[in-house]
């Protein structure tokens, strides 16, 4: 497949700093110091590897403006995610340099990849930084930028606790009380933590401390050996994933492959060359990726679902397409209006490529997209939830979401999904949000403070099956998958079996299939059945 420009080798590694600098011991000088703190760390890996960073980005949007965005936000996250001891300890040793520097690009690909659409290039800089490459960022400029975004996150942590330390207090005192009441004896202990046969006891199905969830370790049902998938679709009976392939020299090429779902066996593989799709969505009939091409070479291609074999490819009046879904029976397409700013989406017939209805939206940078069977939402970057639905006489009507009186702020929306005829958006703050399709109302909404109380989970990425959103946290307060109800917004259980550090960068996907909820891995791809988690 044709596509966008493979990334070069140059940028194959990008962020890398001598690995003496990526030590961690105290914090703070002193007698015993023994490494850096996270600031430290974090600006060393910055101003190392910004330039590469967006780079790496810019291949793939094709936006300097989005590219110095998306490193923004990955290095916001890992220095988030530095903060926490645990993680701490586990980024310590003498390879943590290295692994800090490829954690980084990778998070930067996923953004840049999970991106579903742009503008064309806005360059802010003057001189580019090769003929048709980005142009040089000012890395110092964007270090104080992220450095003060970082000290207005610290802050509202700051705020956050002082507004639950009475509660907090309280808590331990009724803590302290039980366990003075209670006074278990180690052998006790061991018997609720183990179970008979070495089999997890009370305590484990139980939970942790407050605010964790009750663990169900048996809903994993199988850990797939195959790693670095990017994307994934599917049905109960297959799945079929994108995956990038190890570069053993030069720059990484992709592969698409088949994976029954009942023995997890990988059915058939098809290499796609150096290009990655943006987007991938399957059914019976065919699976659907977009290649990065124009009209004249077609713009999504079709494979047989069966053998893997390529079926055809659409041509599309528009430019190329970034986004791909089936719905209904229709493909919802979105892509680069033709000689113009901005994006179109378009319904097409899959089979003849017939388009049905066809809309621009007014804004030219769109970040998230969610299609439903009658209608298409988008999210605005810093600007909110916008939606196209089709009215009763084939036309479209635009609607916007209002924020009005729930805790999600549209502006910093982080996934933004179709699921259970709703959508649903999580925004930075894990705070929780669902929108009626036909009207663009908010129907109801959760804050984090039913789930993650502390909110110490870091729980940026989610699905929604099954009457329940599935919250990915790779760290505190456990590693693994957290169900809520999306009736009540309450902890149903939680899922371990994802060790902290499994996906090499911090885990990012998720994905629902009817049947089954999907974790990739940097090794493998974990499966979790729904029905075997508590509701």
Request: one cysteine or more.
């Amino acid at each position: 497949m044709a596509g966008r420009r493979a990334i070069p080798a140059a940028a194959a590694h990008p962020g890398r700093v001598p690995d003496d600098i990526v030590t961690f011991g105290s914090p703070r000088g002193g007698p015993g110091r023994t490494g850096r703190s996270a600031s430290e760390v974090m600006r060393a890996l910055f101003l190392a590897g910004h330039a590469d960073l967006v780079r790496v980005a810019w291949q793939v949007t094709g936006d300097q403006a989005a590219a110095e965005r998306i490193v923004r936000q990955a290095c916001l996250r890992l220095w988030r995610d530095l903060d926490r001891p645990g993680r701490r300890r586990a980024a310590a040793g003498a390879d943590s340099g290295a692994l800090l520097g490829d954690e980084l690009r990778r998070a930067v690909l996923r953004l840049a990849r999970d991106r579903p659409a742009g503008a064309g290039r806005t360059v802010r800089a003057a001189v580019p930084a090769e003929p048709g490459g980005p142009a040089e960022p000012d890395t110092e400029r964007a270090w104080a930028e992220l450095a003060g975004l970082r000290a207005g996150y610290l802050a509202g942590r700051r705020r956050r606790r002082r507004r639950v330390g009475g509660a907090a207090a309280a808590v331990l005192a009724v803590a302290a009380a039980a366990v003075a009441a209670v006074r278990l004896t180690a052998p006790h202990q061991a018997a609720l933590a183990s179970g008979p046969g070495g089999a997890p006891g009370p305590a484990a199905a139980a939970g942790g401390p407050a605010g964790q969830p009750r663990l169900y370790p048996g809903a994993v049902a199988a850990h797939i050996p195959i790693g670095g998938v990017l994307a994934l679709a599917g049905d109960r009976t297959a799945i079929w994933v994108i995956r990038a392939l190890p570069p053993a020299s030069g720059p990484t090429s992709y592969q698409l492959a088949r994976i029954d779902v009942g023995t997890g066996r990988v059915a058939w593989r098809r290499d796609l060359g150096r290009h990655l799709p943006d987007s991938i969505t399957a059914g019976a009939s065919g699976v659907w990726l977009t290649t990065g091409r124009s009209e004249a070479a077609g713009q999504i291609e079709r494979f047989n679902p069966v053998t893997g074999r390529s079926a055809g490819v659409l041509h599309l009046p528009a430019g190329p397409c970034t986004s791909v879904t089936l719905v209904a029976g229709r493909l919802i397409a979105q892509c680069y209006a033709p000689g113009a700013p901005g994006v179109v989406f378009l319904r097409v017939d899959p089979v003849t490529g017939h388009v049905s209805w066809r809309a621009s939206p007014t804004s030219s940078r769109i970040f998230a997209v969610a299609a439903g069977p009658r209608s298409v939402w988008y999210d605005v970057g810093y600007s909110g939830i916008y939606g196209l639905v089709r009215t009763a006489r084939g036309g479209v009507r635009r609607v916007t979401v209002y924020r009005q009186h729930d805790p999600v702020n549209f502006a910093y929306t982080r996934a933004l999904t179709y699921a259970d005829g709703a959508v649903w958006v999580l925004n930075s703050d894990e705070n929780v949000a669902e929108i009626d399709p036909a009207t663009g109302r908010v129907t109801r909404s959760f804050s984090y403070r039913s789930y993650d109380p502390a909110q110490a989970g870091g729980l940026d990425f989610f699905a929604v099956s099954d009457r329940s959103l599935w919250f990915l946290d790779d760290g505190y307060p456990f590693s693994g998958v957290l169900r809520v109800s999306a009736v009540t917004g309450r902890q149903a259980g939680g899922v371990p079996g994802i060790p902290p550090g499994a996906c090499l960068a911090a885990c990012s996907q998720i994905y629902a299939t009817p049947g089954s909820i999907w974790v990739p891995t940097g090794s493998a791809l974990v499966r979790i059945v729904p029905a075997r988690v508590g509701r």
